[in-house]
């Protein structure tokens, strides 16, 4: 049976290269599945998990937004950050969280720093959502 290669790259570094059944992808218009024989596409990436299945099992991710491209059996996420589920520190993602939400609380939407904390909440919450799906 034909396989997937899914490659997670972050700015800093090559995430993961694996091979795959089935990737589940937190695109731009909401999850989607890549299996082997996908048509090509290009998506954004918003932040959320990523999952991988292989054999039955399911592996996850989790991305804090990007890009991915698919195309000949390959899945390439561009992520602007990345880590597996079991490594997320969720104390501090939640710290994190509340931190933004109280700079938000100061702010109004004309303030170019209100979409900065904004996006701050919802990549946390995904954070944290990601690793509560361990």
Same mark, same amino acid.
């Given at each position: 049976?034909?396989?997937?290669?899914?490659e997670?790259?972050? !700015? #800093?570094?090559?995430? =993961? *290269?694996?091979?795959?059944d089935?990737?589940?992808? !937190?695109?731009?218009?909401? =999850?989607?599945?890549? $299996?082997?024989?996908?048509? !090509?596409?290009l *998506?954004? /990436? #918003? !932040?959320g998990? =990523?999952?991988?299945?292989? %054999?039955?099992?399911? &592996?996850?991710?989790?991305?804090?937004?990007?890009? /991915?491209?698919?195309s000949?059996?390959?899945? @390439?996420? @561009?992520a602007? %950050?990345a880590?597996?589920?079991?490594?997320? &520190?969720?104390? *501090? +993602?939640r710290?994190?969280? #509340?931190?933004?939400q109280a700079?938000?609380k100061d @702010?109004?939407?004309?303030? +170019?720093?209100?979409?900065l904390?904004?996006?701050?909440v919802? $990549?946390?919450?995904?954070?944290?959502g990601?690793?509560? *799906?361990?």
């Amino acid at each position: 049976m034909a396989k997937l290669t899914v490659e997670i790259v972050t !700015p #800093e570094k090559r995430i =993961l *290269s694996v091979q795959a059944d089935e990737a589940i992808v !937190p695109g731009g218009e909401g =999850l989607f599945g890549v $299996r082997p024989g996908h048509t !090509p596409f290009l *998506s954004l /990436v #918003e !932040p959320g998990t =990523l999952t991988l299945i292989e %054999a039955g099992k399911q &592996d996850r991710y989790f991305v804090a937004g990007g890009f /991915v491209e698919v195309s000949n059996d390959k899945v @390439l996420v @561009l992520a602007d %950050a990345a880590e597996h589920v079991t490594g997320i &520190d969720v104390a *501090s +993602a939640r710290r994190r969280m #509340e931190e933004a939400q109280a700079r938000l609380k100061d @702010l109004n939407s004309a303030d +170019a720093r209100y979409a900065l904390e904004q996006a701050a909440v919802r $990549r946390e919450a995904a954070r944290i959502g990601a690793a509560e *799906s361990r």
